[in-house]
């Protein structure tokens, strides 16, 4: 079946303007999340839905990110006034459920980010 | 603050070679561990997920173990391949779902 999928895959800003990226996860997992990859940072966690709720929104690094998720499918990571550090590559996941330890993730493509 | 740390960096070996990549971590109360292999542009893709109860995950010519109590997990590639060339990265799920990510280990098979 269909993989996690993530749009756009390449994207590139000014900084100062504002970034919607979307997820689409595999259809029935009800866990969605959300990571970002930069150099000399390596992988870091973002935010992890459980449906449409997120318990853990500890990895945003700022106010200026903000993630939802609707109809316990679709995501969408909004980065509002983007700045140069905002570079990255942006990964979703996807559980089949939130249970503790049973977790395999299964990652899309990402999201390239350049802000210029 | 639980710390994943993934030995070598990088290695380089000739194909056919059996091969150990090394990850560990500083907290040992974790639900499972996770190997993924990431190829230059590309996302993760996941190859073997051990739960903190098991030993070890056997997966073609894959084999990862864990020993939770030392903070260690192993992973070991046989008879290695060309297209075994790539990053693999181990991650660890301690709680509130999230992942923590080792560095990775760049890994190159000589044909």
């Known amino acids: 079946g269909a993989g996690v999928s993530q749009s756009p895959s390449n994207k590139v800003t000014e900084k100062g303007k504002d970034v919607e990226l979307r997820c689409d996860p595999i259809?029935?997992?009800?866990?969605l999340y959300w990571y970002r990859q930069s150099l000399g940072q390596g992988l870091e966690f973002l935010i992890y839905f459980q449906g449409n709720s997120a318990p853990d929104k500890s990895g945003l690094p700022s106010d200026r990110f903000s993630a939802e998720r609707t109809g316990g499918s679709v995501s969408t990571l909004t980065i509002q006034r983007t700045q140069q550090e905002d570079s990255a590559v942006y990964l979703c996941?996807?559980?089949?459920?939130?249970?503790?330890?049973?977790?395999?993730?299964?990652f899309g493509p990402g999201t390239r980010l350049t802000v210029l | 603050k639980q710390e994943v740390t993934q030995i070598p960096a990088a290695l380089s070996v000739p194909e056919g070679e059996n091969l150990v990549l090394n990850c560990s971590f500083t907290?040992?109360?974790?639900?499972?561990l996770q190997w993924f292999r990431q190829d230059p542009g590309k996302g993760l893709t996941s190859l073997l997920l051990i739960q903190s109860s098991q030993r070890e995950q056997t997966s073609g010519r894959l084999n990862a173990s864990l020993d939770k109590s030392s903070g260690r997990s192993t992973l070991y590639i046989a008879a290695s391949q060309p297209g075994d060339s790539a990053t693999y990265l181990c991650a660890v799920e301690q709680g509130a779902q999230k992942l923590v990510f080792g560095q990775g280990t760049r890994l190159t098979i000589n044909p």
């Open positions: 259809s029935g997992h009800t866990a």
């Open positions: 996941a996807s559980s089949l459920s939130g249970q503790w330890g049973y977790n395999e993730q299964f």
């Open positions: 907290d040992s109360a974790i639900y499972n």
